[in-house]
């Protein structure tokens, strides 16, 4: 992520405490990290990257499993690892990887149904409509202006 993006995780989640975040070091350098979402007894994996050389050393993995060790010793009780395809359990997958990844843990598999809800319907219906009736008139207006010349 860009560096614009780790200011605003700062600012908006883990000075508010919302968020905390793992860093591991190698020679005082940042090999990998890990963004941990809070509320209550709960967290949940937010972000995550590493370096080649943290990726060699298998940091990553290593931050996590201390982060949420971290998370258990201050009371959080579940940590979500975030979702994934069902499909991603067959050995087929391309999400195989992440699958065992996290299985790894010692996860939980629970099952979800993932949506999008629109909170304004009837705003994003005319806004859509206004886009779509501007898009018309460019065309037509465009189009005019070839056959002119």
């Not at 060699?56 to 009780?77: C, D, H, M, T, Y």
């Not at 395809?85 to 996290?102: C, I, N, R, T, V």
């Amino acid at each position: 992520m860009r560096e614009a993006t780790y200011q605003a995780l700062q600012e908006q989640l883990v000075k508010t405490g919302r968020a905390r975040v793992y860093l591991a070091e190698e020679n005082g350098v940042a090999i990998a990290s890990v963004v941990v979402g809070v509320f209550g007894a709960n967290a949940y994996y937010l972000y995550g990257g590493a370096t080649p050389d943290g990726l060699s050393r298998n940091a990553p993995k290593g931050l996590l499993w201390f982060a949420i060790q971290q998370e258990f010793a201050v009371g959080v009780r579940e940590f979500n690892l975030g979702g994934m395809s069902a499909s991603a359990a067959e050995p087929k997958s391309l999400d195989h990887g992440l699958y065992k990844f996290k299985t790894g843990f010692g996860a939980i598999e629970r099952s979800c149904i993932s949506g999008q809800k629109t909170l304004r319907p009837r705003l994003v219906a005319a806004k859509i409509g206004l886009l779509n009736f501007a898009r018309r008139v460019r065309s037509f207006v465009l189009s005019n202006g070839r056959n002119k010349h």
